[in-house]
């Protein structure tokens, strides 16, 4: 079940457990680190079943009109049960009533990696659509590729 969580210990410690089950994406360490931190200070969700996390997701404003899927993980065994979905409900329900207009996130070029293609193919069902792709935004071999949605 979709929880808002609160306190930024609890939030850091979710984003910690999930992250670092999840080294596909999250295999940097410094990167991880920075995401993990920066997530105690942001609007912040998690799918929790009896006390344990299997999800989490956290938001981030990157100007007035527009929200950002800062950092997004789900527990590979709970991949495909409908958890990021939920996730992304809740944090989309929450940017609407903050009065933002767009949401946003990065991930890595669909045609990279068959992990992001996956996650790529996730955006695009949410109905994220491609904005610009930045090919050394992070490096040569991780083009970021920007989504967006509108909220209206």
């Known amino acids: 079940m979709v929880q808002w969580i609160e306190t930024p210990g609890q939030r850091r410690a979710i984003a910690r457990q999930i992250l670092e089950a999840l080294p596909e994406w999250f295999g940097i360490q410094e990167s991880r680190e920075s995401y993990i931190q920066e997530s105690g200070g942001q609007p912040f969700w998690a799918d929790l079943e009896d006390g344990a996390a299997r999800g989490f997701l956290a938001l981030r404003e990157t100007s007035p009109y527009t929200a950002e899927v800062a950092v997004m993980g789900v527990l590979p065994e709970c991949h495909r049960l409908g958890i990021g979905r939920a996730l992304f409900d809740a944090a989309r329900q929450y940017a609407r009533g903050e009065g933002y207009e767009f949401l946003q996130v990065k991930t890595v070029r669909e045609g990279c990696y068959a992990s992001y293609d996956g996650t790529n193919a996730f955006y695009h069902n949410l109905g994220f659509r491609e904005l ?8 040569e071999k991780n083009p970021c590729q920007i989504f967006i949605m509108w909220l209206g």
């Open 132 to 139: 610009e792709c930045f090919p050394t935004l992070w490096d």
